[in-house]
């Protein structure tokens, strides 16, 4: 089994900046694939960003894209989900996902691909 803990998560004003991390632990990290997602109250867990195994390939969601940067540390086992020019609509609880199978030739964008999740962690961002 791969453990995830995502960390990081907080309050914030419009326009300001969040690193998120997510430590794996009890797998060999750098054969998974990794994935960011959110979920806000009332609403599907929806796609953040998803990053390669070797870091050199990223992947946004369009609703993120030049605003937040996926990158990993295979050596200290974690991926970091940088977020600058945060907006309300990025208040969410943000989770950390990963799989041992997929490739840039999958979808990558929908839950249902990944087998590993982290807990969460609760970013808001106020106005």
């Known amino acids: 089994q791969l453990q995830l803990v995502e960390s990081g998560g907080g309050l914030v004003q419009a326009g300001g900046s969040l690193r998120l991390s997510c430590a794996g632990s009890?797998?060999?990290?750098?054969?998974?694939?990794m994935a960011w997602f959110r979920q806000a109250p009332g609403k599907e867990r929806e796609f953040v960003g998803s990053?390669?195994?070797?870091?050199?390939?990223?992947y946004y969601a369009d609703s993120v894209k030049a605003r937040f940067t996926i990158s990993r540390d295979n050596a200290k086992r974690t991926v970091s989900l940088q977020m600058n020019s945060l907006k309300p609509e990025d208040t969410a609880v943000y989770y950390c996902?990963?799989?041992?199978?997929?490739?840039?030739?999958?979808?990558?964008?929908?839950?249902?691909?990944?087998?590993?999740w982290g807990q969460g962690t609760q970013v808001t961002v106020s106005s």
């Open positions: 990053i390669s195994r070797t870091g050199r390939s990223t």
């Open positions: 009890g797998r060999i990290f750098n054969n998974y694939y």
């Open positions: 996902a990963a799989d041992r199978w997929l490739t840039d030739l999958d979808t990558r964008k929908n839950a249902y691909e990944y087998d590993y």
